[in-house]
Each structure stands twice: as C-alpha cells, then as structure tokens.
C-alpha cells in the first residue's frame, strides 16, 4: 500500500522557520522524482519545489520561494524534506508531498498546514 505522510506543519511567525517532511512507502522511493505543492484557500495548487530521483542532484523551485526554501531527500530513511526559512505570510497554505515515476504513476499526500501569522 503506497503512503506517503506529510509532517512538520503548524503555526509560525513572519521571518520563522518549518522543516517538512513527507515519508514514504509502498514504493522504490529513490526511483521517483519528487516534489512539493501548495495550496492556498482560493488559489490553484502550485509547485514549491522538485527534485530528481536516485541522488537528487537536480532541484528546481517555485520563483516566490527561490533562495528561501530547500528541497532535499534521504532514500536510506524513504523521505523527503522541505526546509522552509525567512517565512511570509502569503506562504500560507496546506502543503502536499508528490511521487512521481511517470504521468500516470504518481502518489500524493494528504498535506500539512502551514500558517505563517504573527
């Protein structure tokens, strides 16, 4: 059964920091591409931050959070991270980790909430 469980969201000031996490299993986690999104209320769901499978070497990021936010991944512990600082309030929003092998297979989470509010 393929799971992957977001964690590390909650409430915290402008210029504060989170650290996300979203674990992983039922799957070959190193042989996914992954990624994280979010989702604010009223808004489309939007890429934060990818990064390739196996070593991960290659990450690509949203422009909004570009230099604040740091995507990694550890394949011994099937888990992938999302390091958040220098927070802002229009970062608020519920955040889903993706697993992708192709377009037609790929997992999501139930997402975590971020709240950034003073």
């Known amino acids: 059964q393929v799971q992957l469980v977001e964690s590390g969201g909650g409430l915290v000031q402008p210029g504060g920091s989170l650290r996300l996490s979203c674990a992983a299993s039922?799957?070959?986690?190193?042989?996914?591409?992954m990624s994280w999104y979010r989702q604010a209320p009223g808004k489309e769901r939007e890429l934060v931050a990818a990064?390739?499978?196996?070593?991960?070497?290659?990450?690509n990021y949203g422009g909004s959070v570009k230099g604040r936010f740091t995507i990694s991944r550890d394949n011994a512990k099937n888990t992938m991270y999302l390091q958040m600082n220098s927070l802002k309030p229009e970062d608020t929003a519920v955040y889903y980790c993706?697993?992708?092998?192709?377009?037609?297979?790929?997992?999501w989470g139930q997402g975590t909430q971020v709240t950034v509010s003073s």
């Open positions: 993706r697993a992708v092998r192709t377009s037609t297979l790929n997992y």
């Open positions: 039922g799957f070959t986690f190193s042989n996914y591409a």
């Open positions: 990064i390739s499978p196996a070593d991960g070497s290659a990450t």
